[in-house]
């Protein structure tokens, strides 16, 4: 027992974190050491978008971050039901004209 409280990790999260930033485009990148990951905010009819944050990992981190949100996204299709690509009413079915999707870019 006494082991594994030598073990525990105690994460602290500041009022300032826990609020958190809004993202609806990520952009990855990668260097031979690491994985990029921009987290952006784009809204219609804005000539540009700022970083609201950049997470920088070692390639094994960025492969267990992906395994990570496989997990949960099972999880809370499990839950709550898969989860769709969106389509605006009337769009051509998957082909040329598909509204693109910036975190599959």
């Given amino acids: ?10 994460i602290e999260l500041t009022p300032e974190v826990a609020t958190g930033h ?11 050491n690491e994985f990029f990951l921009d987290f952006i905010a784009i809204a219609p009819n804005m000539p540009q978008a700022k970083v609201q944050s950049r997470i920088i990992m070692t390639p094994e981190n960025a492969k267990n971050l992906l395994f990570a ?9 499990a839950t709550f039901g898969e989860i769709t690509h969106k389509q605006p009413k009337g769009a051509p079915a998957a082909g040329g004209n598909d509204i693109p999707n910036p975190f599959m870019a």
């Fill in 1 to 10: 027992m006494e082991n594994q409280k030598k073990n525990e990790l105690k």
């Fill in 69 to 77: 949100l496989r997990d949960n996204i099972a999880k809370y299709e």
């Fill in 22 to 32: 809004y993202a609806n485009l990520a952009v990855l990148s990668h260097s031979p």
